[in-house]
């Protein structure tokens, strides 16, 4: 079975810094999708970031970018610039070629302080 | 485009009752899945509808039901409630053309058991 492990319960950032939360997964298929979602306090999952497991390439969407490590079956997220909205909880997920549904991992909560 | 949609945002049951939540996907959508967010076991996938039909089911008792109606809104039924199931349900809608597309949440049914 997939599993999805995020090591750090909590991180904290000071505003305009950079901060990076580690992702690790275990999985037998070749073919996969990852996923960070954002968790704020309203507890709406917002989509932050996603890596097609075929692409070498490292997904980035503005001040989010990732660290895909296909061979150590590790996925970070870097976010830079940190600013107080992104304090929310960071879930990272997986979800395989052949069953759509997504396995998340246990979430980091980030704070932002000033 | 109007997001993913669920009704009601809060319920508050008794045990032994049943309830039963609806979400609204993004329009032309066509896949809809079910998440149980609870602070013990995280998020856990419960079930995956795809054109009215299940595609996907996970690890939770048959008093957990779900159906999908031919405009892609889908229905989650949970029977003879019991205290555990007092969980934050998340709805998540794709494209699903094929396996890993994004899944968008809705903002969530927080369910109380009493």
């Known amino acids: 079975a997939q599993t999805v492990t995020q090591s750090q319960p909590e991180m904290s950032v000071q505003e305009a810094e950079t901060v990076t939360l580690s992702c690790t997964y275990d999985t037998s298929e070749s073919d996969y999708y990852l996923f960070w979602y954002k968790q704020p306090p309203s507890r709406q999952m917002i989509l932050v970031i996603r890596?097609?497991?075929?692409?070498?390439q490292n997904a980035t969407e503005n001040r989010f970018s990732v660290n895909f490590q296909k061979a150590a079956k590790s996925f970070s997220l870097k976010i830079s610039d940190s600013q107080l909205g992104d304090a929310a909880m960071y879930f990272c997920?997986?979800?395989?070629?052949?069953?759509?549904?997504?396995?998340f991992g246990t979430g980091t909560r980030l704070q932002v302080t000033l | 485009k109007a997001g993913v949609t669920q009704t009601p945002r809060y319920l508050i049951k008794t045990r032994g009752q049943q309830v039963t939540l609806s979400c609204s996907p993004i329009?032309?959508?066509?896949?809809v899945s079910w998440y149980q967010q609870t602070p013990g076991q995280g998020l856990q996938f419960l079930f995956e509808y795809f054109s009215e039909t299940q595609r996907n089911k996970g690890n939770f008792p048959g008093r957990f039901s779900g159906r999908q109606f031919s405009n892609s809104r889908s229905e989650m039924n949970v029977s003879t409630l019991e205290l555990g199931d007092s969980a934050l349900y998340l709805c998540a809608s794709s494209l699903a053309q094929r396996t890993g597309d994004t899944q968008y949440f809705g903002p969530g049914t927080r369910l109380t058991v009493l």
């Open positions: 890596q097609e497991a075929y692409k070498q």
């Open positions: 329009s032309g959508h066509r896949s």
């Open positions: 997920a997986y979800t395989s070629r052949t069953a759509s549904k997504l396995t």
